[in-house]
């Protein structure tokens, strides 16, 4: 990635036209091709900008300022002219391993396998993602009368999430190994339930569980740990 900061003038043409007048600014020219022309407040997005791919092509213009002009496939173009150039680096960032979510499906997965009594008391982990011919079911338990108990884990809960784990029940009573005590039950479990699931999931039997994730967290802080 280049950064300049830079003072300079900003043109775009293309199904609108718009100008930043001279003024200092901070351009982005990323490795995949994006351009990327920000100031030092108002907001977090771009002034302007223009989407790869696109070619960059650097020169001077006619009264022997430097000038980049920036066109896209599309025809659209920025034209950008640098008075004065502040900073110039370049920088390798690498391969970028993606935006990692606190408090998604897995860590609620992962926190609940470990503290399943706080969906029903009494229920223990049989095993996580537990096979079928559908696909995995996020928890099978086995409650205190050795029942077995599926449970099915969202962030937020909703009538698709009820849905799935409708065909999971179905599937999983016809396993005479399952349903050897009775028939397996269901838990549909998030931080956030809607009120069109919860009345489907009543409906069928399902329970509903609405999990505080800093609290059930809070269970397992490391800095509570011995050793």
């Known amino acids: 990635m280049r950064i300049?900061?830079?003072?300079?003038?900003?043109d775009y043409a293309g199904r609108l036209t718009a100008h930043l007048p001279m003024a200092?600014?901070?351009?982005?020219?990323?490795?995949?091709?994006?351009?990327?022309?920000?100031s030092d407040g108002g907001s977090y997005k771009p002034l302007n900008w223009m989407s790869p791919p696109c070619t960059v092509r650097e020169g001077l213009s006619e009264d022997g300022q430097v000038e980049w002009l920036v066109e896209a496939k599309s025809g659209d173009s920025l034209r950008i002219l640098v008075e004065e150039i502040v900073a110039d680096s370049t920088h390798d960032l690498g391969v970028d391993p993606g935006?990692?979510?606190?408090?998604?499906?897995?860590?609620?997965?992962?926190?609940?396998?470990?503290?399943?009594?706080?969906?029903?008391?009494?229920l223990t982990l049989v095993r996580r993602e537990f096979p079928t011919a559908i696909g995995p079911v996020d928890l099978m338990c086995r409650d205190a009368g050795g029942l077995s108990v599926a449970v099915e884990i969202k962030r937020r809960g909703e009538i698709d999430g009820v849905e799935q784990l409708?065909?999971?029940?179905?599937?999983?009573?016809?396993?005479?190994?399952?349903t050897r005590l009775g028939a397996v039950r269901g838990i549909f479990a998030a931080?956030?339930?809607?009120?069109?699931?919860?009345?489907?999931?009543?409906?069928?039997?399902?329970a509903c569980r609405v999990v505080d994730y800093d609290a059930l967290r809070g269970m397992d802080d490391p800095s509570e740990r011995l050793f």
Do not use: F, W
């Open 166 to 178: 409708t065909r999971y029940l179905e599937l999983l009573n016809r396993d005479p190994a399952l």
């Open 24 to 38: 200092t600014r901070v351009l982005m020219l990323k490795s995949d091709g994006s351009v990327l022309v920000h």
């Open 99 to 122: 935006l990692q979510k606190d408090g998604v499906e897995k860590h609620l997965q992962e926190l609940l396998a470990d503290h399943p009594a706080t969906l029903h008391e009494g």
């Open 191 to 206: 931080q956030e339930i809607k009120p069109q699931a919860r009345v489907l999931a009543t409906d069928r039997g399902i």
């Open 4 to 10: 300049v900061v830079a003072r300079c003038q900003v």
